[in-house]
C-alpha cells in the first residue's frame, strides 16, 4: 500500500503538538492534507495549531486540534468519535506519542514501567481501535512511531525498550492483517532526534546510555519527518531515519556485532571512570 497524494487527505497526528509528530504535521500541511493534532497539553496544542496552519497549502485546508490522553482508552474512543463527526473520518493516522526516561533498571518504578507499556502499546492500540472502522472503509494508512529501542534494547532503556518491542509487535501483525483491507502500515523507528522529548531524556541519562548512543548522532525532527513521508509514499513497513538504517541492518544479519560494540563503549566509559 502506497499513499500517492497527500493533498485533500484527513491526517490526524497523535502526539501532534511537539517534536517528531509537529513537523510530521507542518510537511503535511505543505502537502495539501488537513490536520488535526492530538495531546494531553492545551497551550502547546495551541501553538503547534499556529505552526501549522503557517504552512498551508491553499485556504480550503482544515486544521484543528482535540486533548486527548491515549493511555485512557474510554477518553479515545470518545475524544475520536467527536473528531470523526466534527472533522471527518481519518485516510491517515500517524501514532507519535511517546517519551524515554532512561535509567537504571533498579530506579524504575513499577509506576513507570506501568506508564511507558500503557503509552506505546496500549496507547496506540487504543487510537487504532477506535479509528480502524474509519481507515478500513477509506482504505487508510497508519503508521506508528517506534524507535531504534524498538529492536535493539539498550543499557538503560528496560521499560522503553519493553514497551516498543511490544509496539513493533503489534504492527508488525497489523500489517499483516490489514494488508488484505486495502490497509498500509508502517512503523518509523528514528535514531536520537533533537526535540523537547529527547531534552527531556537526557536530563537523567546514565552514562553508559549516553556513550552507547552517542555514534549514532542526533537528527533533526524535520529530517526524521521527511522520512516518515516518503516511507509512507513507498509502502515501506519499517522507516529507519539516518543510521537507524545501518543499525537494523546490523541487528537482523550481525547481532552479535551491536551487543559487542556496546559493550565495548560501556567497559571503555568504566574503565576511564576506573582510572580517574
Ligand atoms: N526524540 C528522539 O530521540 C526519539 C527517538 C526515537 C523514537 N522517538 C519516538 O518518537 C515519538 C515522538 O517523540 P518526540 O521526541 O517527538 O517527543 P516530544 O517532543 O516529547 O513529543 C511527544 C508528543 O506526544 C504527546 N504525548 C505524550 N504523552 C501523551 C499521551 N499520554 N497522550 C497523548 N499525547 C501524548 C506530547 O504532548 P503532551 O505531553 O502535551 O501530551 C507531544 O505532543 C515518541 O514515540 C518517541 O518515543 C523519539
Given at each position: ?199 527531556v531524556e537526557n536530563r537523567n541519562k546514565p552514562p553508559e546510555t549516553a556513550a552507547v548512543s552517542e555514534g549514532g548522532g542526533l537528527m533533526r525532527p524535520e529530517r526524521v519527518a521527511q522520512a516518515l513521508i516518503k516511507g509512507m509514499e513507498k509502502g515501506k513497513f519499517v522507516i529507519t531515519p539516518g543510521s537507524a538504517k545501518m543499525i537494523y541492518v546490523l541487528k537482523r544479519h550481525f547481532p552479535w556485532l551491536v551487543d559487542y560494540v556496546m559493550d ?13
Amino acid at each position: 500500500m502506497k499513499i500517492k497524494d497527500f493533498e485533500g487527505k484527513n491526517v490526524y497526528v497523535v502526539g501532534g503538538s511537539s517534536g517528531i509528530g509537529l513537523s510530521a504535521a507542518e510537511i503535511l500541511a505543505q502537502r495539501g492534507s488537513n490536520v488535526i493534532l492530538f495531546a494531553r497539553g492545551r497551550e502547546r496544542l495551541e501553538e503547534a495549531l499556529e505552526k501549522v496552519t503557517a504552512r498551508r497549502k491553499n485556504e480550503s485546508q482544515r486544521f484543528t486540534f482535540k486533548q486527548l490522553d491515549i493511555s485512557d482508552h474510554e477518553e479515545v474512543e470518545k475524544v475520536m468519535a467527536e473528531a470523526v463527526e466534527g472533522f471527518g473520518p481519518p485516510d491517515i493516522l500517524i501514532n507519535s506519542a511517546g517519551r524515554a526516561l532512561p535509567d537504571y533498571f533498579e530506579n524504575i518504578s513499577y509506576e513507570q514501567l506501568d506508564e511507558s507499556m500503557k503509552l506505546h502499546l496500549y496507547g496506540n492500540w487504543n487510537t487504532i481501535k477506535a479509528l480502524l472502522p474509519h481507515l478500513k472503509q477509506r482504505r487508510g494508512y497508519i503508521t506508528n512511531v517506534c524507535s531504534v529501542v524498538g529492536f535493539v534494547g539498550p543499557f538503560g532503556y528496560t521499560d522503553y525498550a519493553a514497551s516498543k518491542f511490544a509496539l513493533m509487535g503489534l504492527t508488525e501483525a497489523l500489517r499483516s492483517e490489514l494488508k488484505p483491507c486495502g490497509v498500509g502500515v508502517s512503523i518509523l523507528c528514528p535514531p536520537d532526534t533533537d526535540t523537547p522529548g529527547f531534552e527531556v531524556e537526557n536530563r537523567n541519562k546514565p552514562p553508559e546510555t549516553a556513550a552507547v548512543s552517542e555514534g549514532g548522532g542526533l537528527m533533526r525532527p524535520e529530517r526524521v519527518a521527511q522520512a516518515l513521508i516518503k516511507g509512507m509514499e513507498k509502502g515501506k513497513f519499517v522507516i529507519t531515519p539516518g543510521s537507524a538504517k545501518m543499525i537494523y541492518v546490523l541487528k537482523r544479519h550481525f547481532p552479535w556485532l551491536v551487543d559487542y560494540v556496546m559493550d565495548r563503549e560501556i567497559r571503555k566509559l568504566r574503565k576511564g571512570k576506573a582510572a580517574s
